[in-house]
């Protein structure tokens, strides 16, 4: 059975965006985004430019990182982001 945004919304907090993303907290302090695609248009275009913003946002982070360490997981960031733009391409 498929948990829709209506049924994590009585655990879940969710706050949509003004570009129709969602943001959903739970209640174990973890954080979804939610890309609707059923919405019309090309989701593959909304995906591909979330994961620019992404990796946008994991430059700036490994540009400020402090440790080596953070520096090392902004590239596993970055990895997963790249992974998620490949795979954006594929949605029509």
């Not at 945004?5 to 879940?12: E, L, R, V």
């Not at 979330?50 to 982070?61: D, F, G, P, S, V």
């Amino acid at each position: 059975m498929r948990t829709t945004t209506a049924d994590k919304a009585a655990t879940h907090k969710v706050t949509p965006t003004p570009d129709g993303f969602e943001v959903v907290s739970g209640a174990s302090g973890k954080t979804y985004l939610v890309v609707p695609l059923a919405t019309g248009g090309a989701a593959g275009k909304r995906l591909d430019f979330l994961a620019q913003e992404l990796n946008r946002e994991a430059n700036t982070l490994a540009s400020k990182a402090a440790t080596r360490e953070i520096a090392d997981g902004t590239l596993d960031l970055k990895l997963a982001i790249e992974q998620l733009r490949e795979q954006a391409q594929n949605v029509e």
